[in-house]
């Protein structure tokens, strides 16, 4: 699948073949908007995914949060490192994506879109006014 809506869920499947054994390695995932933008990463060290060792043939599957990213088209790189954060031992260019959504675009709103909590203040004898800006 190559198109999500605003806030859906992605799910990625990281397919390798490891020729040598690659003890506690940290699998990066990073999204990278089609103008070279670093959007975010996802990192299964820093994510509690405790990897002993990958050796051979094997699958990883990350299932993202919800995506709030702004409508455009964005790509897909892996990253393996040596525990934690040292040596980048391989790095993959992978699939692209696009996020669609009828107002978001890079132009008017950046790299995402979060609702903010929204508020008048009160002037002398007037009660506060909230509003939760949720999108539609």
């Known amino acids: 699948r190559y198109v999500f809506e605003f806030g859906e869920q992605m799910t990625i499947q ?3 073949n490891a020729s040598d054994e690659i003890e506690k390695p940290n699998i990066l995932i990073s999204i990278i908007r089609e103008d070279q933008v670093h959007c975010g990463s996802f990192s299964s060290s820093m994510e509690g995914l405790n990897i002993d060792k990958i050796s051979g043939v094997g699958t990883i ?3 993202t949060p919800p995506l709030k990213l702004v409508s455009d088209k964005y790509t897909i790189s892996v990253i393996v ?3 934690h954060f040292a040596k980048i031992i391989s790095a993959q260019i992978g699939a692209s994506f696009h996020v669609k959504h009828d107002l978001l675009s890079e132009t008017a709103f950046g790299v995402f879109y979060e609702p903010a909590s929204w508020r008048m203040v ?5 009660e506060p006014s909230e509003r939760r800006n949720e999108l539609r």
């Open 14 to 16: 990281v397919k390798f």
């Open 61 to 63: 599957e990350v299932t």
């Open 81 to 83: 490192r040596e525990r």
């Open 122 to 126: 009160p002037q002398q004898n007037q």
